[in-house]
């Protein structure tokens, strides 16, 4: 009796203190959070390319500020919600996929879609949300067949990641995703 009462206030407490996260509330929280990032870095890669159009300025950029700055998004949008971006091929280690990232992009390189995907395992406390990226002209400069890439950017790629694995795309590829983790679960405030 006195195990059931326990039990029950177990319930009551777990739904005083959290709020459940409905699936289309996630999927527009996610796209909302990937389009903030993925604009962002757009806007300041092309500024920086149009201003030293051998890619090394823009290279740079990349290196200091691509981590950062989805830190930065990430603490604006609370901590509830977590962006980053990964792929089947990296270049900073920092980026590797887990099981669910490689088993869903080797889905989306195989539809060849360009909308969102979303994930949704009973067993998993959040959703996922993934956009995936192709490469445009403008991703050659850093990504596309070595022989291409201008012989300074390749110099910085030699020194600041030395694994790089995301060189050698052509246009049209499919080059990764943009993840949004959202959770099923929130504290109340
Ligand atoms: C000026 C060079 C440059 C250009 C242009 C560029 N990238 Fe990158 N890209 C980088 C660098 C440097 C990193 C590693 C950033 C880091 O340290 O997290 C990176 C990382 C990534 C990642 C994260 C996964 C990984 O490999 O580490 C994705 C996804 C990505 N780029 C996609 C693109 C796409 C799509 C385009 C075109 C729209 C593009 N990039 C254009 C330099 C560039």
Redesign the pocket.
């Known amino acids: 009796m006195l195990i059931w009462l326990a039990v029950g206030m177990l319930f009551a407490c777990s739904n005083d203190k959290y709020k459940t996260i409905p699936p289309e509330l996630a999927k527009d929280m996610g796209k909302k959070a990937i389009m903030a990032l993925g604009s962002t870095l757009?806007q300041e890669?092309s500024q920086?390319?149009a201003k030293d159009t051998t890619?090394v300025g823009?290279?740079q950029?990349?290196?200091i500020h691509?981590?950062p700055l989805t830190d930065s998004i990430n603490a604006s949008l609370g901590d509830t919600i977590r962006v980053r971006?990964?792929?089947l091929?990296?270049?900073?280690p920092?980026?590797t996929p887990d099981d669910i990232d490689v088993k869903v992009m080797q889905e989306l390189q195989r539809s060849q879609t360009h909308d969102l995907y979303f994930y949704d395992d009973p067993n998993l406390a959040e959703y996922r949300v993934y956009k995936p990226?192709?490469?445009?002209s403008?991703?050659l400069?850093?990504?596309g067949p070595v022989d291409n890439i201008h012989p300074a950017?390749q110099q910085v790629?030699k020194e600041?990641?030395p694994q790089d694995r995301?060189v050698d795309f052509e246009l049209g590829d499919f080059?990764?995703?943009?993840v949004a983790e959202i959770p099923k679960k929130v504290p109340l405030k």
Do not use: E, S
Not at 133 to 136: A, P
Not at 175 to 178: F, S
């Open positions: 757009l890669v920086a390319l890619g823009a290279i950029y990349c290196n691509a981590l971006r990964t792929a091929r990296v270049r900073n920092k980026n990226l192709y490469i445009m403008m991703c400069k850093c990504h950017v790629l600041k990641y995301a080059r990764g995703v943009i």
